[in-house]
């Protein structure tokens, strides 16, 4: 439930195994499961982890692990639909799989060829299918994996584990409300070790909540009786509040996308400098204001982070492999899904019309002298 | 006052730095990862990915610049089928510039692509993963990439780089 807002508080201090990756990798190698490799081969639990390991797949195996078409990302898109009961960002799961095959594309690095390697390339009939994943996760981002009430409880997680943390770190474990024992408590003493990373679960946190209710500490009390009461900060949508103001209209050209683009760019991180400005100035205890920027790519083109085979690849009828980017004008279309919100308590009226003011200030002042 | 320059600035500043132009994403985010180790950098945080030490921040920084029209990127069409970009700076400013800096961002400019990639990734092994022998585990990770001749140009190239007086000495894995 947490486990993306708990990478979010390791990003934060510095946490490496509150990476999700590294969890597995030492876990891999190391424990019951590496045990269980062994009658494969001695070093099988270390190839496993390699594959693992891996940024970006470096051939069509790991890509079946890690790339934008693979098995991760075909599962938990059926099954969070499922779970969550969204009607929408259906996909044809079997018409994709009766369509894969194996095809071989031209590699190189920057302006330099390279030579030829295997790819999963789709069968030009399921063009429409393909196309349909990539909407799909268009759509889920919104509807499920940012939605606003989701957020809002992860950033109050967030803040809530970055203060529980502190106090341990400060040996002011008594004012967390939380026995010396608690996995929380031994996970902030040592974070890097495997077990205390291990103990951390849902439950281990959502039973904890009542212990932390009545914590000395004001901010502990107060945000964990938020996530245990459900009394879910308020949001305010600043990047739609933005576009209504400045083009509620969509652009039509390129050129207009681009200016938006800027112009939006300037704003928001004008207006984020000086909501973290009050947010400091008028927080005592609890964080008045929770600010949460990000944006997703449904479908990312090529990035040389991940390499060649983290794309989807299509054939068209005469045989060419391309990027679904290059085949499907709506894949080529779709626009990064960014976010900028700010979360308030219910009834903080001050913050509410900080939000405003700044906002509105920032609007007039055209966001300049933000470079 | 001197103000803090924000990561699109120091993104563009590398830029700059190298010359006011670098041919390639892969040949930018080597070039800024050799300033760092160098003691020249900008503070960016590099982690091992597809093609060797890569920063996240770095490159929304230089996305973000191009917005802002600190730099200009042009995208071109490579002749093994794929893109690659082009960075120009567009600072005219006269900053007073790191002069070691200059000469190791211009002098890696000149390496290729692959063989940059490749140096690059064999001191990233050194220097974060603690390998000796960064060049062997380096061939095992890139085989398509590490043939002898373009390790031997790699190396050489690096050679070339350590030469160059820096704050801090890049990895000695030569």
């Given amino acids: 439930m947490f486990s993306h807002a708990f990478e979010d508080v ?58 934008q078409f693979d098995a991760d990302r075909l599962d938990y898109m059926q099954r969070d639909r499922l779970m969550t009961g969204v009607q929408s960002s259906g996909i044809d799961f079997t018409w994709l799989l009766a369509n894969l095959e194996v095809g071989t594309l031209s590699t190189g690095v920057d302006e330099e060829p390279l030579g030829e390697i295997e790819t999963f390339v789709l069968a030009p009939k399921a063009l429409r299918t393909a196309e349909a994943l990539i909407l799909a996760l268009f759509q889920l981002y919104p509807n499920v994996y940012f939605h606003k009430a989701t957020r809002g409880a992860e950033k109050v997680f967030t803040a809530l584990m970055l203060k529980l943390i502190a106090l341990v770190r400060s040996e002011s474990t008594k004012a967390t409300g939380l026995p010396d024992t608690h996995p929380i408590v031994k996970f902030a003493r040592e974070p890097e070790d495997l077990g205390n990373v291990c103990n951390l679960d849902d439950a281990v946190f959502l039973g904890a909540l009542p212990l932390l209710m009545n914590a000395e500490d004001i901010c502990v009390k107060r945000l964990s009786t938020i996530l245990r009461n459900r009394e879910l900060p308020k949001c305010c949508d600043i990047r739609e509040h933005l576009i209504a103001e400045i083009a509620p209209k969509r652009p039509t050209t390129n050129e207009q996308r681009n200016e938006l683009k800027v112009r939006l760019e300037e704003l928001e991180i004008a207006i984020e400098a000086q909501l973290n400005h009050w947010s400091d100035e008028k927080s005592t205890t609890v964080p008045r204001l929770l ?7 449904p479908y990312k083109t090529f990035q040389e982070s991940k390499g060649p085979l983290n794309q989807i690849r299509i054939r068209d009828m005469s045989g060419h492999i391309l990027d679904m980017a290059e085949k499907s004008p709506i894949v080529a279309a779709i626009e990064t899904f960014k976010l900028f919100r700010v979360y308030f308590a219910d009834g903080d009226q001050d913050a509410k019309l900080a939000i405003e003011r700044i906002t509105n200030d920032v609007l007039k002042g055209g966001g300049h002298g933000t470079k | 006052m001197v103000q803090n320059k924000s990561d ?137 990439k590490a043939s002898q001749e373009r390790l031997a140009r790699a190396k050489e190239a690096y050679r070339r780089l350590l030469l160059i007086e820096t704050p801090e000495k890049l990895p000695a894995i030569i």
Avoid: C
Wanted: hydrophobic share 40%; net charge negative.
């Fill in chain 1, 10 to 67: 390791g990003k934060k201090l510095n946490i490496r195994m509150a990476r999700h990756e590294q969890v597995s990798d030492a876990l891999i190698r190391d424990s019951e499961i590496s045990e269980a490799f062994r009658e494969l081969g001695k070093s099988f639990s270390e190839e496993v982890a390699d594959l693992i390991k891996q940024s970006g797949p470096g051939n069509i195996y790991d890509a079946v692990v890690s790339s």
């Fill in chain 2, 8 to 144: 699109r600035e120091k993104a563009a500043a590398i830029v700059r730095d190298a010359g006011g132009q670098i041919v390639g994403r892969t040949r930018f985010q080597k070039i800024a990862f050799l300033l760092e180790l160098a003691g020249l950098g900008e503070g960016f945080q590099f982690e091992y990915k597809h093609y060797g030490p890569y920063s996240e921040e770095l490159a929304a920084a230089i996305s973000s610049a191009a917005i802002l029209g600190l730099v200009q990127v042009e995208d071109r069409e490579a002749s093994w089928g794929g893109w690659y970009s082009i960075y120009t700076s567009t600072d005219k400013s006269a900053d007073i510039v790191n002069q070691q800096r200059q000469t190791l961002a211009h002098e890696a400019t000149k390496i290729g692509a692959v063989e940059l990639e490749l140096a690059a990734t064999a001191a990233y092994l050194n220097a974060f993963e603690g390998l000796q022998d960064a060049w062997t585990e380096t061939a095992r990770r890139k085989p398509e």
């Fill in chain 1, 291 to 297: 600010i949460d920027r990000t944006e997703r790519e």
